[in-house]
């Protein structure tokens, strides 16, 4: 049974720091390139960073270079999201995703969701 869990998502002032996990299980997680969303109040889900697994390269949206790292370990079958200088606009429901592509099949697996507010 495939399973992704986050957590760490929290309240926290502006300028705070957050680190968000998620836990895999039941699907090969090191060919599985990483992702995180997130869908602030009100609008789309959209892009903020991704692990490749072939390359080991990371990307980030522009809204949050510099500023948020993704991480991943194989061995923990966990990826991380360490979230620093958090602005309120920041805020939103963080969702891990799981993609690849094997065998010219899809493969792609959702979180549940955690919910970070960023607010003074």
């Known amino acids: 049974q495939v399973q992704l869990v986050e957590s760490g998502g929290g309240l926290v002032q502006p300028g705070g720091s957050l680190r968000l996990s998620c836990a895999a299980s039941?699907?090969?997680?090191?060919?599985?390139?990483l992702s995180w969303y997130r869908q602030p109040p009100g609008k789309e889900r959209e892009l903020v960073a991704t692990?490749?697994?072939?390359?080991?390269?990371?990307k980030y949206a522009d809204s949050v270079k510099g500023r948020f790292t993704i991480s991943r370990d194989n061995a923990k079958n966990t990826v991380y999201l360490q979230m620093n200088s958090l602005k309120p606009e920041d805020t939103a429901v963080y969702y891990c995703?799981?993609?690849?592509?094997?065998?010219?099949?899809?493969?792609?697996?959702w979180g549940q969701g955690t919910q970070v507010t960023v607010s003074s």
């Open positions: 692990s490749f697994s072939t390359s080991g390269t990371t």
């Open positions: 995703n799981a993609n690849a592509r094997i065998f010219g099949r899809d493969y792609a697996y």
């Open positions: 039941g699907f090969p997680f090191s060919v599985y390139g």
